[in-house]
C-alpha cells in the first residue's frame, strides 16, 4: 500500500505547524530567498511521519524541505523517490537541494541515494540569519552553522 499523497490546500494550516515544530519557523531561508509554507508543493507520509516539500521552476525541481519523524524505515526514500518521479513527468533537468554543512546526517543520506554536491555556498547560513534570528549559531555535532551546501540530481 502506497501511504504518500500529495500536500492539498487543506493541509497547509498542518503544514505550518509542522515547518514551526521542525524548522523553528514557518518560512525556509535559502539562497537569499525567504519560501513561505503555501508557496511550496508537497508530499505527506502516512500521519505526517514524513513530509517533502518542492517547488519546481522550469526544468529544475528544489526540494525545500524533507522530513522523516520514524527514521531508518524507509521514509526518506520513499518521499525523495515521489518527487523525483514528478520531476521527470514534469520534464525537468534536474533535481537539486540546499543542507547545511553540519548536517552530516543529511549530506550522507543524499549522497547515497543519487545526489552529488554541487556547490559551497560559503557565509550563506549567517546571511539567512540576518533575516531569521531564530538560525543556531552551532548547529548539529557542535558543529558552527554557516555554509549552505548545494546537492543535485541530473535525470
Ligand atoms: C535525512 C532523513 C530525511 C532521512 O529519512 P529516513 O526516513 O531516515 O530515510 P530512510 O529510512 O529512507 O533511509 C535512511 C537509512 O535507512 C535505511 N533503511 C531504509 N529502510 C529501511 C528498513 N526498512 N530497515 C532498515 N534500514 C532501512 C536506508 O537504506 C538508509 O540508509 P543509508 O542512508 O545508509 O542509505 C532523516 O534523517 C531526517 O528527517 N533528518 C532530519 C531532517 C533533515 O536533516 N532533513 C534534511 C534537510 S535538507
Redesign the pocket.
Known amino acids: 500500500m502506497n501511504s504518500i499523497r500529495r500536500l492539498t490546500k487543506k493541509d497547509r494550516p498542518h503544514l505550518k505547524g509542522f515547518w514551526i515544530e521542525?524548522w523553528g519557523a514557518a518560512q525556509m531561508i535559502v539562497h537569499g530567498e525567504v519560501i513561505q509554507y503555501d508557496e511550496v508543493d508537497g508530499f505527506v507520509h502516512g500521519d505526517w511521519n514524513?513530509l517533502i516539500t518542492f517547488s519546481i521552476r522550469g526544468d529544475e525541481c528544489e526540494?525545500t524541505?524533507?522530513?522523516?519523524?520514524?527514521?531508518?524505515?524507509?521514509?526518506?526514500?520513499?518521499l525523495i523517490d515521489e518527487v523525483v518521479s514528478e520531476a521527470k513527468e514534469r520534464s525537468c533537468r534536474r533535481v537539486f537541494?540546499?543542507?547545511t554543512n553540519d548536517?552530516l546526517?543529511?549530506l550522507?543520506?543524499y549522497q547515497?541515494?543519487g545526489f552529488s554536491l554541487v556547490a559551497v555556498h560559503r557565509g550563506a547560513v549567517n546571511e539567512s540569519r540576518r533575516l531569521k534570528p531564530s538560525i543556531p549559531l552551532i548547529g548539529a555535532s557542535n558543529i558552527p552553522l554557516r555554509d549552505e551546501i548545494e546537492l543535485e540530481m541530473l535525470i
Do not use: E, V
Open positions: 521542525q514524513g526540494i524541505s524533507l522530513d522523516s519523524l520514524q527514521q531508518g524505515k524507509g521514509i526518506g526514500t520513499a537541494l540546499i543542507t548536517n546526517q543529511a550522507g543520506f547515497r541515494h
